[in-house]
């Protein structure tokens, strides 16, 4: 795997990518099978960081499911949303800070945009999404 993520760096260097890590696991045993990291003398692999990139795709997936089309129009503007502790809101940014107003669900899923995907588990539920990732 180290091979094949120093032969694509090039290519992730292109995209602005200039680190990468991969993780295989063994989910019936639990065995790590590969650990690789390139870029960074930090393992991406093992920091701590908020698991939102790695569920945007399911919530999508959930809102697709109940009818939603790809092309349906999302608002990437600045928002607020109720959290489960009350009086307590969330105003997500994207990774740039910048927001870039109506856009596709695509376009959105495809730039892993946060504000779009917040309304987006807003409006569908969160428990749509828990029951996709359930099953």
Same mark, same amino acid.
């Given at each position: ?7 694509? $760096?090039? $290519? ?6 200039? $680190?990468?890590?991969?993780?295989? /696991? ?5 065995? %790590? @099978?590969? %650990?690789?990291?390139?870029? *960074? ?8 960081? $908020?698991?939102? *990139? ?13 009818? %939603?089309?790809?092309?349906?129009? /999302? ?13 307590? @809101? ?18 959105? /899923? ?9 309304? @987006? ?10 029951? /996709?990732?359930?099953?």
């Amino acid at each position: 795997v180290l091979g094949i993520l120093r032969a694509r $760096q090039a $290519q992730l260097a292109a995209h602005d990518a200039h $680190q990468a890590a991969v993780v295989v /696991l063994d989910n019936a045993s639990g065995t %790590w @099978l590969v %650990w690789a990291t390139i870029g *960074s003398d930090i393992d991406a692999a093992t920091t701590p960081r $908020q698991p939102g *990139s790695a569920l945007k795709p399911f919530v999508y997936a959930a809102a697709f499911e109940r009818g %939603w089309h790809p092309g349906r129009v /999302l608002a990437d503007v600045p928002s607020t949303f109720p959290t489960a502790e009350p009086g307590i @809101l969330y105003s997500p940014r994207n990774y740039d800070g910048r927001f870039r107003g109506p856009m596709r669900a695509r376009v959105a /899923l495809a730039g892993s945009e946060n504000v779009p995907a917040v309304a @987006l588990a807003s409006e569908i539920g969160v428990a749509s999404i828990a029951d /996709l990732l359930r099953h």
